[in-house]
């Protein structure tokens, strides 16, 4: 299986903050790659799909970028909706998620 | 108003079966392919298997293959998910999503919001 990596695993912010979020995957993946933030005690929800595409719904200030093996989401303004924990998945081979990266203040 | 419920977790003692259900609505779940995700306590999201819209297709993660049996019946707009002889290992929030597909592959959408299967005697 394609493993994922996260960093950092968690971070602190303030509010107004950018917020920078790097994935890994173990072998290339071209742009088969996914963003979803997950609060507590709550299913996760779809943000960036194909590594940059924002989902309908979704705010502009969250962004992804980057393909092969190396991505990143980006958070322009942090609100204090956004303290959540997010994680990256591949679908390139079997589906995987990334461990998270949890937000906080 | 898309809304998605799971059920039938519980509770049940290594070797058993369980039975969880996956009730949609607000969106064509009849053209939706759909999936089970799981979340052990603490841990990191685990795929557990894929359906397609038509139920003629289905594809399931190795920790699970010849375990469980995903399902559906498009006429109650309900997804199933048959898990037999359960481990401890199996011990999880099970949610099901709806297929999200693009040109690079495959994302879920709609998420329930779970229902919890503890397996230990």
């Known amino acids: 299986d394609i493993q994922m990596t996260q960093s950092p695993s968690s971070l602190s912010a303030s509010i107004g903050d950018r917020v920078t979020i790097t994935c890994r995957a173990s072998?290339?993946?071209?742009?088969?790659l996914n963003w979803y933030q997950q609060k507590p005690g709550k299913a996760p929800k779809l943000l960036i799909f194909?590594?940059?595409n924002l989902q309908t719904g979704v705010p502009s200030r969250f962004s992804g970028s980057g393909s092969g093996t190396d991505f990143t989401l980006t958070i322009s303004s942090l609100q204090p909706d956004d303290f959540a924990t997010y994680y990256c998945?591949?679908?390139?081979?079997?589906?995987?998620f990334g461990p998270g990266t949890k937000v906080d203040i | 108003q898309v809304q998605v419920v799971e059920s039938g977790g519980g509770v049940v003692q290594p070797g058993r079966s369980l039975r969880l259900s996956c009730a949609a609505s607000?969106?064509?779940?009849?053209?939706?392919?759909m999936h089970w995700v799981r979340q052990a306590p603490g841990q990191v999201l685990e795929w557990v298997a894929l359906?397609?819209?038509?139920?003629?297709?289905?594809y399931y993660a190795e920790s699970v293959k010849g375990r469980f049996t995903i399902s559906r019946d498009n006429s109650k707009n309900t997804l199933y998910l048959q898990m037999n002889s359960l481990r401890p290992d199996d011990t999880a929030i099970y949610y099901c999503?709806?297929?999200?597909?693009?040109?690079?592959?495959?994302?879920?959408?709609?998420w329930g919001q779970g229902t919890m299967v503890t397996v230990s005697s």
């Open positions: 194909a590594a940059s």
């Open positions: 072998q290339t993946i071209s742009s088969y």
């Open positions: 998945q591949q679908s390139y081979g079997t589906l995987t």
């Open positions: 999503a709806s297929h999200h597909g693009s040109d690079y592959g495959t994302a879920f959408d709609n």
């Open positions: 359906i397609s819209y038509d139920g003629s297709s289905k």
């Open positions: 607000g969106f064509t779940f009849r053209t939706s392919g």
